[in-house]
Nanobody, 128 residues
Framework: QVQLVESGGGLVQAGDSLRLSCAAS????????MAWFRQAPGKEREFVAA?????????YYVDSVKGRFIISRDNAKNTVYLQMNSLKPEDTAVYYC????????????????????WGQGTQVTVSS
């Protein structure tokens, strides 16, 4: 059981950067694969990025954010980050942090049905 709280969202202009944080409590995230998802109005939840458990360094991204977003983790701080650079209006969404116990190949790529714990989300709005 782990509780996740996102922060760092806001209103920015196209081309700007934001850094989202996901603070975990209840259990250490060391043994969890961690991920970010997003959901825009009228659209399905979309996988954005994932980072493997422990400190393996394995990361995965949806094609639309490759080269712009970076997911990282600090197990000592029990926190996961999403650095978002060169933001575009199409990045506008509520961003959710999620945790999946262990490490499975399908989960590192966004699912399906892999993530057991979710935060409440943080709004990111990118104006043109």
């Amino acid at each position: 059981q782990v509780q996740l709280v996102e922060s760092g969202g806001g209103l920015v202009q196209a081309g700007d950067s934001l850094r989202l944080s996901c603070a975990a409590s209840g259990r250490s995230i060391s043994l969890y694969t961690m991920a970010w998802f997003r959901q825009a109005p009228g659209k399905e939840r979309e996988f954005v990025a994932a980072i493997n458990w422990l400190n393996t360094g394995n990361t995965y991204y949806v094609d639309s954010v490759k080269g712009r977003f970076i997911i990282s983790r600090d197990n000592a701080k029990n926190t996961v980050y999403l650095q978002m650079n060169s933001l575009k209006p199409e990045d506008t969404a509520v961003y959710y942090c999620a945790a999946s116990y262990g490490s499975r190949a399908q989960c590192l790529r966004g699912g399906p049905n892999c993530y057991d714990y979710w935060g409440q989300g943080t709004q990111v709005t990118v104006s043109s």
